[in-house]
């Protein structure tokens, strides 16, 4: 058994939705000093921004975090400490270091993956009327919380 | 006396946050300069001294590790601790930036206490 199929066999990518959900609120209370919680069944969001980092090495495929502006500015600001009608342009970097944290923080809670697995630089994509076509050969990981009463759907697509 | 600290990040937000953390953390700062990868860092060394410098690891044209290597040669830079900030977690990646001079490492996401706890040590020449 190599080592890519050790990573991917000996937990399982079934079992990582917990460690996923906790890398993501562990990112927003240390760095946001927010406290992500359960959204109500139906909670829907049309999301304007996607955030994405990709992996490659044992573990191959794509964390994306996905959120509405307001929250992607709320985020900005809690980030930088600056009221929400100063945030500007640095959403977007904001937003990408929020999924890069995350994936970071994700694959050093996995046996395995913090030496195997690299990140890319994170990419962010403005707009909603587009679709993610992905290659991968399992079912995608989904997390979804509320921030500051505005809906965030964290998705770890494994490719291999 | 203020620290005169460099933070060297390819992300504006993540540099001001540092700053931000460093400043909760009671360190007294001077004016912080910045540097986008560890190829800038470079050039600003050549016109500027500093006490501290905080750097990532994984940024485009100069990674944070080729950054600590490249820093001897610098004249102004000698014996300037390193922190490392990053989201790279693994051991080795640790022992690869202390054994290439880093003087202390900080995983993303982190807290001001965590910051302190790192960097104290390294201004008072602990670490």
Known sequence: MNSQTHVLAADGPKSWTPLLEMAVREVFELMLGSQLTAPADG???KPDYTAMVGLAGQLCG???LRCNGKAAALMTSKMLGVELDKVGPEVADALGEVCNMAAGNFK???AGLAEGCMLSPPTVVTGSDYALHSMSDFP?????LMFEGILIVITLQINS | MPIRALIIDDSSVMRKIVERSLRQAGIDLAPVLEAGN???ALVVLQE???DLILCDVN???MDGLEFIKQLPGVANAKNVPVVMITTEGSESHVVQALSSGARGYIRKPFTPEQVREHVLPVLAGKS
């Open chain 2, 59 to 61: 940024m485009p044209v």
């Open chain 1, 62 to 64: 794509l964390l994306s």
């Open chain 1, 108 to 110: 050093n809670k996995i």
């Open chain 2, 48 to 50: 500027h001294q500093v």
């Open chain 2, 38 to 40: 560890g190829a800038e």
């Open chain 1, 43 to 45: 909670e829907e969001t």
């Open chain 1, 140 to 144: 995608s990981l989904e997390v979804r």
